[in-house]
């Protein structure tokens, strides 16, 4: 099921877990969402392919994978993506540079970004570290 011009439903489904990651009408609908207000309008821009390293999580495998309980994953909210030849600096700050309608955008380790769509529209700019085996998140963009 094709989103958008270059995003369809399969890649912002998809996981190596080998678990069930089906999304109910209403996830769907927030994929949709995301795509269509920011993953396709960023690769609009770019001219470059946006790569999804995840998006929805079905509860098993964000679980799998030590998401929270409460992440935007969960949803359909949220996407970790990654442009080849970009650093993932450059990616979040070209998303807050769009002023796209994102509620969180944190760039995650210094390989990729995670970003959000959500009812809050807080406009959150994080950088995430890792300091003594946790993640520390870290206001605005850091590297």
């Keep these: 099921m094709r989103l958008t011009t270059n995003f369809t439903l ?3 489904t998809v996981t190596t ?15 949709a969402a995301l795509a269509g207000k920011i993953l396709q309008p960023l690769r609009d821009d770019l001219r470059r392919p946006v790569l999804v390293n995840s998006a929805f999580r079905s509860e098993r495998v964000n ?7 409460t992440s935007q994953h969960r949803l359909g909210q949220a996407a970790d993506i990654r442009v ?20 969180q955008v944190i760039e995650e380790f210094g390989r990729w970004v995670h970003v959000s769509l959500g009812p809050r529209h807080r406009r959150q700019v994080l950088t ?12 605005g963009l850091t590297r």
Excluded: C, K, W
């Design 10 to 12: 399969a890649e912002l």
């Design 17 to 31: 877990t080998g678990l069930p990651n089906t999304p109910t009408p209403a996830e769907v609908a927030h994929l």
């Design 63 to 69: 679980r799998a994978v030590g998401g929270t309980a």
């Design 84 to 103: 080849d030849g970009m650093t993932s600096r450059a990616l979040a700050q070209r998303i807050i540079d769009l002023r796209l309608p994102f509620d």
């Design 128 to 139: 995430a570290t890792s300091s003594g085996g946790r993640t520390v998140y870290v206001p």
